[in-house]
C-alpha cells in the first residue's frame, strides 16, 4: 500500500496534512468573522490585518522581550484584542445606524492602514519565528512523518473551536449572545450592557485572529502580507458556510482546506481556485450556503 | 446605501447639464495645462467609477470585484489588437464584450445575494479572476501584455499620435458618460432605484428585479470592460495590477471620495485620487495607507462625497 488514487502515499498524506493546517486558519478565521457578524453586522475585513498583527506580536514577544511561543499564545490575542476594542469603541461604534455596507469600508480602509505601515516598516519578505522547542520534531508514522508542530496546530485550533461553539451555543453567556444578536433592544431592556457586549464580541473576534496568527507563525514567515490574500479565501469560505452557524464556520473551514489540499495533489493548477469555484456551485445550487438560513 | 438622490425636482437637469458643460471643457482644455496621459488615465477610470456607481449609487448594490472587468477586458482588447491584429476599435469592442459575458455569468452567481454577501462574492470571484490570469498562458504572466499596438482607428486615424488617441479617449469617455446618465434617468434608472429604495415593494409591484438588477450589472460590467480596454490601448499595457483585489478598492475609493450615487461624483473622484496617487508615487507604500486614511476618514465624516456636498450646498443633486 504505497499509492492512494494513484498518487505515492506520502504526497497524499503530506497534502492532507497541508490542508488540515489550513483549514485551521479557515476555521479559526471563519468564526471570528460569524462571532462579529453576528452581533456586530459588519463583515471585519480588517481580520486579515489582525492575523498578521497576532503573528507580528508573537515575533515582537520572543526578539524584544525574550516571551517565547506560550506567552505570544495568551499575551498576542489580548494585545491585538485591545487595539480591536479601541477601534469598535471610537470608529465602529458611529456606523451601527448606517447601512452595514460602510462597516465594510471603514475596515478594508483600516486593513490597508496597518498592512501599509507594517509593509512600510518590515518590507514583504517575512521574518522568521522558530518552532517551540517542545514541539520541534516529529513522530514517524509509518505511512508519513508527522511533525509534532503540525499536530499541535490541528488539535489546538480544534480545541479552540469547539470551546467557541461550547460558550456561545451551551453557557449563560453565550445565551445571552445569541439573545442580543437576535433582538439587541429586547436584551437591553432587560438590563444588560448590550453595548459592552458588543465592544467584547469584537475583541474577542479579533483576539480569535490574533490567536490563529500565532500559530501561524512558526509554519508561514511572519509577514506583512500574510493575512492579504488569506482574507478573501475565508470571506469566500464564509459565504460558502453561511455566517448563520458556529459549527458551520468550523466543519466548513476544515472541510475546504482538506479539499484544497486534495487539488494540489490532483490537479495543481486549480488548487488557487478551487475554494472560489466552490463557492460559486454552492451559490448557484443552495445561495443562503450549506449551513445558512435564506433572510 | 444611504447617500441617496432625493426626487425629481425642477432645476435638476439644468444643474447637470451646466456641469455636463464644465467638465467636458475641462477634458477638453485640460491638455493645456496637465499631461495628457494623466488625463486620459482619469478619463478611463472616470467611465469605470462611473460604471461602478451606476450598482452602488442607483441599484444599492456594493461590488467588491469589479477590476475583474477592468482587467479582463484589457488583457482580451491588448491579445486582440497584438495576436489577432484587431483594429483599435475592434479590439475596444472585444475587451467590452468580454467584460459584459463575464459580467453576465459572475452576476447570476452574485445577485442571489444582497448586502455585504454580495460584496464577499464578487471580492472572491475577482480573485478567482486574478489567479486565472496569473496563470493562464496567454496573459503573461507577471509581465502581462507589453506593447501592445495603438494601431489605426477604423484604419484612417493613427492611433501613436498623441492629440488622436487623446481624441479618440475623450469621445469614448463622453459616449460612456451619457449611457450611464441616460440609464439613470430613464424608466429603467427609475425601477432601480426603486429596487434600492425597497425591494420587496418593487416585487410587490410586480418587477422582476432579479432580471432589473442582472441587466444593471452586466451594463455596468460592459462598461467598465471598454474603460479598461481603452486604458490598454492608451498604456499599451495590460497588466496584473488591473485585476487585482486593490484596483477594487480604488474605484470603491474614488466613488467614496466624488460622491456614492451621485452623476459627477465618480469623475471628480477618479480625478482626485489619481492625482493623489501621481503626487505620492514617490513614497513608495505610503499611498496604500494614504488611501486608508481616506478610506477611513470618508466612512466616518464625510459620507456624502465632494459632488455629494457640493450638491447639497446648491440644494441640487449633481
Not at chain 1, 447601512?99 to 518590507?123: S, V
Not at chain 2, 432625493?6 to 447639464?17: D, I, L
Request: hydrophobic share 55%; aromatic share 12%; net charge positive.
Amino acid at each position: 500500500m504505497t499509492e492512494i488514487f494513484g498518487i505515492p502515499t506520502q504526497a497524499f498524506m503530506g497534502q492532507l496534512l497541508i490542508g488540515l493546517i489550513n483549514g485551521s486558519f479557515y476555521a479559526l478565521l471563519s468564526l471570528g468573522l460569524a462571532v462579529i457578524f453576528g452581533l456586530l453586522n459588519i463583515i471585519n475585513f480588517t481580520h486579515g490585518a489582525q492575523y498578521m498583527m497576532g503573528a507580528f506580536v508573537a515575533w515582537f514577544l520572543l526578539n524584544k522581550t525574550g516571551m517565547g511561543y506560550w506567552w505570544a499564545l495568551l499575551v498576542a490575542p489580548i494585545a491585538v484584542g485591545i487595539v480591536g476594542v479601541i477601534i469598535e469603541r471610537t470608529m465602529l461604534k458611529q456606523l451601527y445606524k448606517l447601512d452595514h455596507l460602510y462597516g465594510l469600508l471603514l475596515t478594508f480602509g483600516l486593513a490597508l492602514i496597518i498592512q501599509g505601515l507594517f509593509r512600510n516598516e518590515y518590507g514583504s519578505s517575512g521574518l522568521p519565528y522558530s518552532i517551540p522547542s517542545q514541539l520541534a520534531g516529529g513522530q514517524n508514522l509509518g505511512f508519513m512523518f508527522l511533525p509534532n508542530y503540525r499536530a499541535w496546530v490541528i488539535v489546538f485550533s480544534l480545541v479552540v473551536c469547539f470551546s467557541t461553539w461550547f460558550v456561545i451555543e451551551k453557557t449563560k453567556l453565550g445565551s445571552y449572545l445569541r439573545a442580543a444578536t437576535e433582538n439587541p433592544e429586547l436584551v437591553r431592556a432587560f438590563g444588560i450592557n448590550v453595548p459592552r457586549m458588543i465592544t467584547l464580541t469584537y475583541g474577542f473576534g479579533v483576539g480569535l485572529a490574533a490567536l490563529a496568527g500565532v500559530m501561524a507563525a512558526p509554519i508561514y514567515s511572519v509577514n506583512p502580507l500574510m493575512g492579504e490574500n488569506l482574507i478573501i479565501v475565508v470571506f469566500a469560505v464564509v459565504v460558502i458556510g453561511g455566517m448563520g452557524s458556529i459549527m458551520g464556520s468550523i466543519v466548513t473551514g476544515f472541510g475546504l482546506g482538506v479539499i484544497e489540499g486534495l487539488t494540489k495533489v490532483f490537479y495543481p493548477e486549480a488548487s488557487n481556485t478551487v475554494i472560489f469555484i466552490v463557492m460559486a456551485i454552492v451559490l448557484a445550487i443552495r445561495p443562503a450556503g450549506l449551513f445558512g438560513t435564506q433572510k | 446605501m444611504s447617500a441617496v438622490l432625493p426626487a425629481v425636482k425642477s432645476g435638476e437637469v439644468g444643474a447637470q447639464r451646466i456641469t455636463f458643460v464644465v467638465m467636458l471643457a475641462f477634458f477638453i482644455l485640460g491638455p493645456l495645462v496637465m499631461y495628457p496621459v494623466f488625463l486620459m488615465k482619469v478619463m478611463c477610470f472616470a467611465l469605470f467609477a462611473a460604471a461602478f456607481n451606476l450598482l452602488i449609487g442607483f441599484v444599492g448594490l456594493l461590488s467588491f470585484g469589479h477590476a475583474m472587468f477592468l482587467g479582463t477586458a484589457g488583457y482580451v482588447c491588448a491579445h486582440a489588437a497584438k495576436v489577432w491584429g484587431f483594429t483599435p476599435e475592434l479590439a475596444i469592442l472585444a475587451g467590452a464584450a468580454a467584460a459584459g459575458a463575464l459580467g453576465l455569468l459572475t452576476g447570476l452567481l452574485a445577485i442571489r445575494r444582497q448586502g455585504i454577501y454580495f460584496a464577499m462574492i464578487t471580492l472572491a470571484l475577482a480573485q478567482m479572476i486574478f489567479f486565472f490570469c496569473l496563470q493562464a498562458p496567454f496573459t503573461g504572466g507577471e509581465d502581462g501584455i507589453q506593447a501592445v499596438p495603438r494601431g489605426k482607428l477604423l484604419g484612417i486615424l493613427d492611433l501613436s499620435n498623441i492629440w488622436n488617441m487623446y481624441a479618440t479617449v475623450l469621445v469614448i469617455f463622453v459616449a460612456g458618460f451619457l449611457v450611464i446618465y441616460r440609464t439613470v434617468h430613464s424608466p429603467f434608472g427609475q425601477v432601480l432605484k426603486a429596487i434600492r429604495e425597497n425591494e420587496a415593494r418593487a416585487i410587490s409591484l410586480g418587477y422582476n428585479t432579479t432580471r432589473y438588477k442582472l441587466v444593471a450589472f452586466v451594463l455596468s460590467a460592459t462598461l467598465s470592460g471598454v474603460a479598461g480596454a481603452t486604458n490598454a490601448l492608451v498604456f499599451q499595457l495590460a497588466a496584473l495590477n488591473s485585476v487585482h483585489w486593490s484596483m477594487s478598492g480604488e474605484v470603491v475609493l474614488m466613488n467614496l471620495v466624488g460622491g456614492l450615487g451621485t452623476i459627477f461624483g465618480p469623475v471628480v473622484g477618479a480625478f482626485v485620487v489619481l492625482a493623489m496617487e501621481n503626487y505620492l508615487a514617490t513614497l513608495g507604500f505610503w499611498v496604500t495607507i494614504v488611501q486608508g486614511a481616506i478610506f477611513v476618514l470618508c466612512v466616518l465624516a464625510f459620507r456624502r462625497g465632494i459632488v455629494g456636498e457640493l450638491g447639497r450646498l446648491i440644494r441640487k443633486p449633481l
